[in-house]
T-cell receptor, first 113, second 115 residues
Framework: GENVEQHPSTLSVQEGDSAVIKCTYS??????FPWYKQELGKRPQLIID?????GEKKDQRIAVTLNKTAKHFSLHITETQPEDSAVYFC????????????FGTGTKLQVIP | GAGVSQSPSNKVTEKGKDVELRCDPI?????LYWYRQSLGQGLEFLIY????????KSGLPSDRFSAERTGGSVSTLTIQRTQQEDSAVYLC?????????????FGPGTRLTVL
């Protein structure tokens, strides 16, 4: 089955700096890579996703990059703000195989004002 | 529209008792997941239902845990003879489960406390 590793487990950055979270996956058939944000006491919510036919996707201050050859993908948050503080989970899935989503272990991001 | 709902929102039980947690997925979603999240920890996969296929039970931690999904909609997670280590937030998520749309929508969770 799929195995997703996520690093770092915790990350502290100064407000305004950038944050990068990295994930690797094992199943070369995986083709859909979402990122979820979970604020304290709340449920995880999708913030951005990327499919294997693109290498990069941006949405305002967040971007995700994908390297299929190396089987890794990353979340980039620029100009971080205190409200970016949360736990971020990456995930991988073979969307055509109806297999379950596999989540990474999460990164706790703290943005220091 | 209505999102994923779960009930109860909080459940306090005594060690050794059985509990049932309910999940109402978004209408039309064929995929349904149960996760367990201990305080400050990640999402521990428990079980996955996809349409009429046999569920993927590979994440259930012991035979005290079981889940069913009736009529392809509502799901119930049952924990028998609860132990203190079962205390956690149990999250349910559903998705369309189709080829090009796998976004998971999470419910608010059930916080289980075993005394």
């Amino acid at each position: 089955g799929e195995n997703v590793e996520q690093h770092p487990s915790t990350l502290s950055v100064q407000e305004g700096d950038s944050a990068v979270i990295k994930c690797t996956y094992s199943d070369s058939a995986s083709n859909y890579f979402p990122w979820y944000k979970q604020e304290l006491g709340k449920r995880p919510q999708l913030i951005i996703d990327i499919r294997s036919n693109v290498g990069e996707k941006k949405d305002q201050r967040i971007a995700v990059t994908l390297n299929k050859t190396a089987k890794h993908f990353s979340l980039h948050i620029t100009e971080t703000q205190p409200e970016d503080s949360a736990v971020y989970f990456c995930a991988a899935i073979n969307s055509g195989g109806y297999q379950k989503v596999t989540f990474g272990t999460g990164t706790k991001l703290q943005v220091i004002p | 529209g209505a999102g994923v709902s779960q009930s109860p929102s909080n459940k306090v039980t005594e060690k050794g008792k059985d509990v049932e947690l309910r999940c109402d997925p978004i209408s039309g979603h064929t995929a349904l997941y149960w996760y367990r999240q201990s305080l400050g920890q990640g999402l521990e996969f428990l079980i996955y239902f996809q349409g009429n296929s046999a569920p993927d039970k590979s994440g259930l931690p012991s035979d005290r845990f079981s889940a069913e999904r009736t009529g392809g909609s509502v799901s119930t997670l049952t924990i028998q003879r609860t132990q203190q280590e079962d205390s956690a937030v149990y999250l349910c998520a559903s998705s369309l489960g189709v080829r090009d749309d796998n976004e998971q929508f999470f419910g608010p969770g059930t916080r289980l406390t075993v005394l």
